[in-house]
């Protein structure tokens, strides 16, 4: 008697898990390094900003999470809002909040489900 493999089936990703898995740590990571590189904000101040822990802004820091590269347009707002956090004292979780939206009103969104995601050829998802 043979053993039947079961099918496996791809789990469509939703846009929303791209950008919890994939495009928030990377926002995240983007604005930590310009404010330790920029502004020479110390880790923890980062960190109290956030409302994150030290470890989760070193591995920020270090890279170890949101490894994606962002085009020139969205690179351009990861600046305005570390310039806000740094200078302005505008809430780091607002601002993250604003570029995400941004991401997904730009039309960027498609392209990055595209890429981390498992979409079926044709997928609209993104823009309905």
């Known amino acids: 008697m043979s053993i039947k ?3 496996r ?3 469509l990703v939703q846009p929303q898990e791209v950008i ?10 983007s604005i930590t390094n310009s404010l330790i590189k920029d502004y020479h904000l110390p880790q923890k101040d980062i960190a109290q900003r956030f409302r994150l822990t030290e470890p989760a802004i070193s591995q920020y820091k270090k890279g170890a999470r949101g490894d994606i590269e962002f085009n020139a347009e969205i690179k351009e707002k990861i600046q305005e809002a570390a310039r806000k956090i740094a200078e302005e004292g505008r809430s780091a979780p607002h601002e993250v909040q604003r570029i995400l939206k941004y991401i997904q009103n730009g039309g960027f969104l498609c ?3 595209k890429k ?4 079926h050829e ?3 998802i993104c823009k309905s």
């Open 5 to 7: 493999k079961k099918k």
């Open 9 to 11: 089936f791809k789990k």
């Open 20 to 29: 919890v898995w994939y495009i928030l740590p990377a926002v995240r990571r």
């Open 111 to 113: 392209e990055f489900h």
């Open 116 to 119: 981390y995601g498992l979409v």
């Open 122 to 124: 044709g997928c609209n």
